[in-house]
């Protein structure tokens, strides 16, 4: 039977500071463990001696951000609604918003599966594939398709895994995931194994990501979690969809917003000299910047089902607590991420690849994007509790500030003037934008809080 008064202890009777720590502890272990995804596949790549093999991973940045920002749009929607809902005591409508959701993701990877294989290759020429790296690209991409039919309802499963307090299965799931990926690349790919090479690293990844979810599938149908996931709480709501995707949509923004930034500046590279080394090069640096991107969403996974059991509660001074505890630690986790990146950035690129071209790009795009990274904490901070507290469209603006609003212009223009020093400067002045909109809207979310609590 579940722990339900385990539960409650951590979610609503240990102290926020403690209890968001116990649970991101996991939360965040796991997210590393995913980000032992992409790094394995990009380090062994690099060991193929190719360049070109390198500059085709790099071109899928773009897409494997689309895939998890769908993935965030009703796994983080769910699990705020669902924490809301145990928070009010309600543990059969967070049973039924969860099945909900969970079949609803299973629907969406279908779709997206076959959808993407259909159009793989206008995508990645879309994402700025050239001729030569297209056919590795597309061999990348389509075990990744596959996998949308795994990684969907499995991170629907993980937020609502959080939302109860159960972080120690999402952990275990993902980590046995991303230890079996490290195993199996090196099989799958080079000569001595399956001899598939860049196509290997993709498939291996996949097979990993269904043992994720099959993991996390077991949990449910064993009965130790407090939310059922069981046939009769299927029920299809327009009402609880629009809900959850109000809720789940800023968050998923933001990876939408990496993403197209991936995109622009892959194409607004493609037209400089160096075109292949420095997309090569940015798509290392991406998934380097995953990792600290990982550390403040597992903050942030352990933040949200504190605050959102405290706001459904209706517990101003413990969710007051949460908020100061997640802005102060977001600010220096990511704080501490920017220096050790810019103090290591060459070394760092350098264990992907040897090639002094693209490790002097990559070190100088890397310094580039973390000189200014705590934007990043701050602005996911306000972003999921704006949608905590019901404020979901001013969540949605910040979400889009960072890499859609602020950044976007300045990659489509600062190159065509500076060449690559463009791509260089593009970021930190995004930030410095960030910062300003974030500080002065700290006082309007304390506030919008607690007359939001009065409410409800």
Request: proline fraction near 4%.
């Amino acid at each position: 039977m579940p722990d339900t008064k385990k539960a409650n202890m951590i979610l609503a009777d240990m102290p926020p500071q403690k209890a968001i720590i116990k649970l991101a502890i996991p939360a965040t272990l796991a997210l590393l463990a995913k980000a032992i995804y992409n790094l394995v596949d990009t380090a062994y790549i690099g060991m193929l001696d190719s360049d070109i093999a390198l500059t085709a991973v790099g071109i899928t940045v773009p897409l494997l951000l689309i895939m998890v920002s769908i993935e965030n749009i009703f796994a983080t929607g769910a699990a705020v609604l669902a924490g809301r809902q145990l928070g009010a005591k309600n543990s059969e409508e967070a049973s039924h918003t969860v099945t909900t959701i969970i079949g609803i993701s299973i629907a969406i990877g279908m779709i997206l599966c076959i959808c993407g294989i259909v159009f793989i290759e206008p995508l990645m020429s879309a994402f700025g594939a050239s001729d030569e790296s297209l056919p590795l690209a597309k061999d990348y991409a389509f075990w990744m398709f596959i996998a949308a039919l795994a990684n969907l309802p499995a991170q629907s499963m993980n937020c609502a895994a959080r939302a109860e307090s159960s972080a120690k299965i999402s952990s275990i799931a993902v980590i046995t995931g991303a230890l079996l990926n490290v195993i199996l690349d090196p099989v799958f790919m080079f000569s001595w194994g399956l001899n598939m090479g860049v196509e290997g690293a993709s498939l291996a990844t996949t097979i990993s990501q269904f043992v994720t979810f099959f993991i996390l599938l077991w949990f449910y149908f064993s009965g130790r979690s407090i939310i059922k996931i069981q046939k009769k709480s299927f029920r299809i709501s327009w009402k609880l969809i629009k809900t959850v995707v109000i809720i789940g949509v800023p968050t998923a923004i933001i990876q939408i917003c990496l993403s197209v930034a991936a995109c622009l500046t892959n194409i607004s590279a493609a037209g400089l000299p160096d075109s292949d080394e420095i997309i090569a090069a940015y798509g290392v640096v991406q998934r380097l910047i995953l990792i600290g991107c990982y550390i403040v969403m597992g903050l942030m996974q352990g933040y949200q089902p504190v605050a959102s059991y405290a706001f459904g509660a209706k517990e101003k001074e413990r969710f007051h607590q949460s908020v100061r505890f997640a802005l102060k630690n977001s600010l220096l986790l990511t704080a501490l991420v920017a220096v050790l990146y810019i103090l290591l950035a060459k070394p760092l690129i350098s264990l992907f690849n040897n090639n002094p071209v693209i490790i002097n790009y990559g070190k100088h795009l890397l310094i580039s994007q973390m000189v200014l990274y705590p934007a990043f904490g701050l602005c996911c901070m306000m972003t999921i509790t704006y949608q905590t507290i019901g404020a979901s469209k001013y969540g949605l603006f910040l979400s889009v500030i960072r890499q859609g609003l602020f950044y976007v212009p300045f990659i489509l223009t600062l190159p065509e003037f500076w060449g690559v020093n463009g791509i260089y400067f593009s970021q930190p002045a995004a930030d410095i934008l960030t910062i300003l909109v974030c500080v002065l809207s700290i006082k309007n979310m304390k506030t919008t809080a607690s007359a939001n609590m009065d409410k409800t």
